[in-house]
Each structure stands twice: as structure tokens, then as C-alpha cells.
């Protein structure tokens, strides 16, 4: 089982970034998609969720309006668009799968809002 993140890097407030979140080795399709974020010296955070056909998504309401998750069933891969970042944006972020007491986390990406 793999989940791989990508997208990640420095930008300035009030750009944007795209991440993306391969997955491999299980059914992809079947299994609830997340992003969650972890800022230094906080504790992990579910920024979004996505549902296995895509229909219904949540968001951490700070980010809601800004950022937009989706997914790929037939290749595999969610996504997190981030638009206006800012600089509490800053954090590492995760791709996480979950299916019952089955859960699955990649490595993360690091994303940075600075001038």
C-alpha cells in the first residue's frame, strides 16, 4: 500500500497549489479520501474529506471557500486545490485513506506561505 503526495513547496500569500495523492496496492474506489495538516508545535488537523464517488465533502472551516478536494477513481488520485493561502496555511500535509478500521496515511508534503 502506497500514498504518495505531491504539489507541495514555497509560495506567496494569496497564491495557490495544487496536491495531489497517488495511491496504490489497495482498492482505491472503495475507501473515503482525506487531507489533514500538521503545523509545528500543533497537532494534525482534517482539512478535507471526500466521499469514495466524490458526492459529499467537508472542509475545516477556515479553509472553506479557499480550498477544494476531488478525486480520481479511475486513476487513483485525490486532490487538494489551495487558493489565497496564507500563511497558517503552513504546515505539512497528509493524504489519508480510510475504510472501517482500515487507514492509511502517505508521507506528506510540505507546503509554505511566505514572502
Known amino acids: 500500500v502506497q500514498l504518495v503526495e505531491s504539489g507541495g513547496g514555497l509560495v506567496q500569500p494569496g497564491g495557490s497549489l495544487r496536491l495531489s495523492c497517488a495511491a496504490s496496492g489497495f482498492t482505491f474506489s472503495r475507501y473515503s479520501m482525506s487531507w489533514y495538516r500538521q503545523a509545528p508545535g500543533k497537532e494534525r488537523e482534517l482539512v478535507a474529506g471526500i466521499s469514495i464517488a466524490g458526492g459529499r465533502t467537508n472542509y475545516l472551516d477556515s479553509v472553506k471557500g479557499r480550498f477544494t478536494i476531488s478525486r480520481d477513481n479511475a486513476n487513483s488520485t485525490v486532490y487538494l486545490r489551495m487558493n489565497s493561502l496564507k500563511p497558517e496555511d503552513t504546515a505539512v500535509y497528509y493524504c489519508?485513506?480510510?475504510?472501517?478500521?482500515?487507514?492509511?496515511w502517505g508521507q506528506g508534503t510540505q507546503v509554505t506561505v511566505s514572502s
Open positions: 489519508n485513506a480510510r475504510l472501517f478500521g482500515n487507514e492509511y
